[in-house]
């Protein structure tokens, strides 16, 4: 990639420009602090530093420039990001195909494959003819890249092959399928005659919805069947493949994205043309589950962002909009809703009356959406509702709020939330506030792991908990960092420090010196953060970091001895009893008196 291009998007887009379109910046010295949007936390340790160009996260050590902050939040690799920023800075990108990797490759034949789709298409009265019965225009048509796969065993599959790609390739993409060797008969139901060959088109006979990610780049595809023979499934998806994980992407989230953060929700719908429709009409912050998979961590063992997860950095409230079945309804409760709150979402419930999918209702009447979408509740009253309305008997109602209610109520944060919601179920079942959180507790213990509930829930991925550093790291790296900082501002004051931790330290001087410059630039942007830029009181900060870490190396010394004296104490060396007992003393007394200074 050409780095003069990279180079003159950070020219043009200052990062704390860019970080406050993604999260909230408050002012705090010369740099910007917010909550960090990598992990939960409740007070702001992620510091933006315009200078710099750089940002830092105290508590789960995210760092990195423009590039990378893209990366990490739209869970793009780095020609992704680059994407995305190259729009923002109106910079052309020139690619150099000879240095592409496989991925890069894969990426060019799923764009290729989009292609192929949308040409067909446009050759397809068939396609055509069913896009304009659901009430697709033109230009939404194009904007979603909607194609079509033609009947036919190996269309694309030829397609592709003329265009210099080897079979392997395009199955590695999920494109095409491999033959077992006993089923080179038709499939049930289908005119066309067997695959001549070994390979034959994953897509036949169907509308194409191309999925992207946070980028816009095409990953994979879903293909509705236009002719329902009884037997082929309505929906086919591509496969998981090197750029397509089912757990990471959502249908229309890079057209989403900007929009659920400006109006600060999203909409969680269940099927493309939902989504395309209710884009259509301007509700542009919906996103849509189909041909994905829902998890319920934010990140996975790899370190990737979910599909939950990413739309919880944009926002942290969902609306979940349901089919009218009551089918529909509890199978996303379950899928989505419980999944949301564990992942410290506020969830709401659109509920469509009289029978129709959002896709049906906006046709009909797209200011019905719009209204359906005000009156959503929230999941807990929205399912209390549903069990009140259904359930007359008092002894069953105890039950089903047990079982409908409380999964979702248990995994909500916040204890005024939970406070809340205890009252108005109290109040609408004719229960005690006491009852009510006696059995919440108990059903809130066996969802918790090891319980041997089928409705556990899980604890938080490793990668989100944050293990704070022991203290004597903590005062080394504010140390070196200050020191650092003091350093670049030429005080000469710095070199009186450093003897002066030179000697404190001793023989281990070198080896902590040695630990540190790796680390530099991260403990200059901590202290800068910490510390500020005034230099007038460096020396201050700098004296007391001093002291605190000249007591922890005694602390650290005292330990070791008093160790040592347990051991000579059980061997009955009465020498090393009296050594070791004065060390102590010694120890002690010196810390008291650094305490005393202090």
């Known amino acids: 990639m050409n780095r003069t291009n990279v180079e003159l998007i950070k020219e043009r887009i200052p990062i704390e420009e860019l970080i406050a379109s993604y999260v909230k910046l408050e002012k705090a010295g010369k740099s910007l602090k ?6 939960n936390e409740k007070s702001a340790s992620f510091f933006v530093s315009p200078e710099r160009g750089g940002y830092y996260c105290f508590g789960c050590n995210a760092k990195g420039d423009i590039f990378t902050f893209v990366e990490q939040f739209e869970g793009l690799d780095f020609k992704g990001a680059l994407k995305v920023l190259a729009e923002k800075a109106g910079v052309p990108l020139v690619v150099d195909q000879k240095a592409d990797s ?17 040409m067909q298409y446009e050759r397809s009265k068939e396609a055509q003819s069913y896009l304009n019965g659901r009430g697709v225009s033109p230009e939404t048509r194009v904007a979603f890249r909607i194609g079509w796969a033609p009947e036919g065993w190996k269309n694309l599959f030829t397609y592709l092959k003329g265009k210099g790609w080897n079979e392997a390739f ?10 077992e060797a006993r089923s080179q008969e038709p499939r049930a139901g289908s005119k066309l005659p067997a695959p001549s060959s070994n390979y034959y088109d994953r897509f036949r006979g169907r509308i194409i919805f191309p999925i992207t990610d946070s980028s816009g780049r095409v990953v994979a595809f879903t293909g509705r069947i236009l002719k329902d023979d009884g037997k082929s499934a309505k929906y086919l998806n591509s496969p998981d493949t090197p750029l397509f994980n089912k757990s990471q992407i959502l249908f229309g989230l890079d057209k989403a994205k900007s929009e ?150 248990a995994r909500i944060e916040s204890e005024m939330d939970k406070a809340y919601y205890v009252k108005i179920i109290a109040e609408k079942a004719r229960l005690t506030e006491q009852a009510v959180w006696d059995d919440l507790r108990k059903v809130a213990r066996s969802q918790e792991p090891g319980a041997g509930s089928s409705t556990s829930s899980k604890l ?48 281990s001087y070198e080896t902590r010196i040695q630990r540190t410059i790796p680390l530099i630039s991260d403990l200059s942007f901590e202290a800068e953060a910490m510390y500020g830029n005034d230099t007038g009181k460096f020396d201050v900060h700098m004296k007391e970091l001093i002291l605190n870490f000249e007591v922890d190396l005694i602390n650290e010394e005292l330990v070791s001895a008093m160790g040592a004296l347990k051991v000579a104490e059980k061997e009955g060396n009465s020498a090393r009893v009296s050594e070791l007992a004065k060390k102590c003393q010694d120890l002690s007394t010196r810390k008291a008196g650094l305490r005393k200074t202090g």
């Not at 917010?34 to 992990?39: D, E, G, L, V, Y």
């Not at 395009?170 to 033959?179: D, F, H, N, R, S």
């Open 34 to 39: 917010a909550r960090c949007p990598f992990h």
């Open 260 to 409: 659920i953060r400006r109006v600060g929700y999203s909409i969680l719908v269940e099927g493309q043309m939902d989504l395309i429709l209710s884009h259509q009409v301007g509700v542009k912050n919906a996103v849509a589950a189909s041909g994905t998979a829902l998890t319920d961590q934010s990140q996975g063992q790899d370190g990737v962002v979910s599909n939950l997860g990413m739309v919880r950095r944009l926002s942290q409230n969902m609306i979940i909009a349901l089919d009218s079945d009551k089918a529909g309804r509890t199978a996303a409760m379950r899928a989505v809703a419980a999944t949301a709150l564990s992942m410290g979402m506020s969830v709401k419930i659109a509920d469509i009356e009289g029978g129709k999918d959002p896709a049906d209702l906006i046709l009909s009447d797209s200011e019905s959406w719009k209204n359906v979408l005000k009156n959503a509740k929230h999941v807990i009253e929205f399912e209390l509702e549903n069990v009140l309305k259904e359930t007359s008997d008092p002894h069953r109602l105890s039950r089903a709020i047990k079982e409908r209610v409380f999964p979702f109520l």
């Open 102 to 118: 496989e991925r890069d490759r894969l990426f060019q034949i799923t764009e290729a494959a989009a292609k192929f789709f949308e």
């Open 460 to 507: 938080p991925a490793p990668s989100s908990i944050v293990i704070q550093p022991h203290r004597l790291d903590l005062v080394e790296r504010r140390m070196f960092g200050l020191l650092a900082l003091m350093d670049a501002a030429k005080l000469p004051v710095a070199t009186d420090f450093r003897d002066h931790i030179k000697k404190i330290a001793g023989d």
């Open 170 to 179: 395009i199955e590695k993409a999920g494109l095409i399928k491999k033959a």
